[in-house]
């Protein structure tokens, strides 16, 4: 039996069916390409929660610039006691350079004393963050300071025992245990001549 010749009419409906079928496979085919490859299972993934509108990006810490002491002066300096067995070195803080900056940088010169009265004497800075981190700005000799250049570097506070001088400044002297924040001044002089930390502050810092 011979067919019917397709009308115009036919041929325009077959077209159009035509043209709606790939249309929907094309809207099938990239549904499932902004599905990220979920397609072959019955797990779709959430989308995003929105992000509250008081939550905002942190901001990048920088430091300050900062100008270097005058020399240290005997009057200004208090011996930094620390713990444990007698130490074969003294340290002293000159307590005129003792600042803080709005960095939150906690600035001072140190003295340090061997047994035969030989003398070390620098220009650092204390970040009182939950690990610690201290650096060396400037060297001092013969009266004045020499700036440590390009090589200077924050390094972390030790607590292995082998740096008890910037873990006892760090943990004790010139920082707020748990608040991870420098102390006012006049508590970090009043700290640094008493010798000694309340209980109650002396149990702040976590461990690591």
Not at 106 to 130: H, I, K, M, W
Not at 155 to 177: A, F, I, M, S
């Amino acid at each position: 039996m011979r067919s019917k010749p397709l009308r115009s009419t036919d041929r325009v409906f077959d077209g159009l069916r035509v043209a709606l079928l790939l249309a929907a496979a094309s809207l099938l085919a990239a549904c499932q390409g902004g599905l990220g490859g979920y397609s072959d299972t019955p797990f779709k993934p959430d989308p995003e929660p929105p992000t509250p509108s008081s939550v905002t990006p942190g901001q990048k810490w920088s430091e300050d610039d900062y100008s270097l002491p005058a020399w240290p002066r005997e009057s200004d300096l208090v011996e930094v006691k620390l713990d444990g067995p007698d130490q074969p070195l003294t340290h002293a803080i000159d307590t005129r350079s003792l600042r803080t900056g709005s960095d939150g940088v906690v600035r001072y010169t140190v003295v340090t004393e061997s047994p035969g009265g030989a003398r070390n004497v620098s220009f650092e800075g204390l970040r009182c963050t939950p690990q610690g981190q201290w650096t060396t700005y400037a060297y001092g000799a013969d009266g004045r300071f020499t700036p440590a250049g390009e090589q200077r570097a924050w390094v972390r506070v030790n607590k292995t025992g082998t740096d008890q001088l910037h873990y006892e400044l760090w943990r004790h002297y010139l920082c707020t245990p748990l608040a991870f924040e420098p102390r006012p001044k006049r508590d970090q002089v009043r700290t640094l001549e008493s010798g000694r930390v309340p209980r109650v502050e002396n149990a702040g810092f976590m461990p690591d």
